[in-house]
């Protein structure tokens, strides 16, 4: 995500969507299913919690149905003073031109656009949206499609198979930049276009570009009474388990050869030597591969890109990176920081400092914030103090689904 200077702060805003009526979840005494109870609190109280607790957004405006402002007020209690209510219209999508009217003059450079009822919205996946968005382009999170597609005609006799290769399920957030996705809606009132399915296809309907990026197979959408009870199910069992917080570490050292230049966390510094490897040496990804595999017990970066196999010779290491962070990924992990040390007499990591970590945010797809890179000499002890090589500490802390172990 651009930044600006500190005193002239990108500001983002999230419009959360909860006016419908929800008749598919069926009737219940607790009113929508926005404000049915899951794990003890309403649906809703769940959903605003999450983006309450995210630092990067800055105010939130969440659209209710005109007759819901008692049942909005008991279920966000002392939250409810926190964000700002308006009443919706009869359509989801004039709901969210609503919401997004509700935000105008506020300052807001970008919004996010998310269902009231989708509860599990994780921290993770809001930073990932976030960090993508652009002046001029929106952000969607998708699930690649993995069931097969048929076609049936109005005899319900299946007529064709659809190849679902580039197919995706859409999610929300859905982020843009928000005086574009503005312009859509009202363009889409004028027009009096109301049968757009979500806030990407009006975004495509005026021609503004959207970019995909990974969703969560958590972030589901409560439709049906089913997903309401397992939803409270799923949140009842996470009170009696410990999360799996899993910390690994990783070392690697190189020694200096005749050269031009240093690979140092994912960025090429002009120096007077390089550091002699196998692949480009570049001694903090290397100690990064091995911390990421350690939270899942699977060897170390020599096991996965043994030296002996001559395919990985000068080899960019961010390979090895983005292979430790896909094994993490299937497992189900969120990588929550990362902490790397270089060791050195020179080169001068600060001045490279900020390339690093966008470098290592783009390979880990977390937002710069949880990302620290330091550097120190070895005071002119050893092999490091006489500028013969350079070394590297990593850590990695990883959040892996599910309790600890009795």
């Known amino acids: 995500m651009p930044a600006k200077t500190d005193d002239n702060k990108l500001r983002v805003a999230a419009v959360i969507v909860a006016a419908g009526r929800g008749e598919r979840a069926g009737q219940s005494v607790e009113g929508p299913k926005q404000y049915r109870r899951i794990g003890g609190e309403a649906v809703l109280m769940h959903t605003v919690r999450a983006f309450l607790g995210c630092p990067m957004i800055d105010q939130i405006v969440v659209v209710i149905h005109k007759e819901d402002g008692a049942l909005f007020a008991q279920a966000l209690g002392d939250v409810a003073d926190k964000v700002k209510a308006v009443t919706g219209g009869p359509t989801r999508q004039e709901s969210t ?108 309907w005026h021609s503004l570009p959207v970019r995909i990026v990974e969703g969560s197979a958590d972030n589901t959408k409560l439709t049906w009474a089913k997903d309401i009870e397992m939803a409270d199910d799923r949140l009842s069992q996470k009170q ?134 330091k550097a120190t000499t070895n005071e002119k002890l050893g092999f490091i103090g006489r500028e013969e090589g350079v070394a590297a500490i990593a850590t990695a802390s990883v959040i892996y689904p599910g309790g600890l172990p009795e």
């Open 240 to 373: 009696f388990s410990f999360p799996d917080v899993r910390t690994g570490n990783g070392y690697d050292v190189h020694a200096f050869e005749p050269g031009d230049g240093v690979w140092l966390a994912g960025v090429f510094i002009p120096h007077d030597r390089k550091l002699s490897g196998h692949s480009d040496a570049d001694v903090a990804l290397h100690a990064l591969t091995d911390a990421l595999l350690a939270t899942r017990g699977a060897g170390d970066i020599g096991t996965h890109f043994p030296p002996s196999d001559p395919q990985w010779k000068g080899a960019a290491s961010h390979i090895f990176v983005e292979h430790a962070v896909k094994i993490v990924k299937e497992a189900g992990g969120r990588i929550a920081n990362a902490d790397i040390t270089l060791i050195c007499e020179a080169p001068k990591v600060g001045p490279h400092r900020e390339a690093m970590t966008a470098a290592l945010a783009k390979m880990l797809g977390i937002t710069p914030d949880r990302i620290s890179i």
């Open 97 to 204: 031109r609503l919401g997004l009217l509700a935000l105008d003059n506020a300052g807001i450079d970008h919004v996010l656009i998310h269902d009231g009822v989708r509860p599990f919205i994780a921290a993770d996946l809001l930073e990932r949206v976030i960090f993508n968005l652009t002046p001029h382009i929106g952000v969607l999170p998708v699930l690649a499609v993995s069931d097969t597609l048929k076609a049936a005609g109005p005899d319900a006799m299946v007529s064709a198979t659809v190849p679902r290769a580039g197919l995706y399920a859409a999610q929300t957030p859905q982020a843009f930049p928000y005086q574009p996705i503005l312009d859509a809606h009202n363009a889409a009132y004028a027009a009096g276009r109301s049968d757009f399915t979500d806030d990407s296809a009006i975004a495509e």
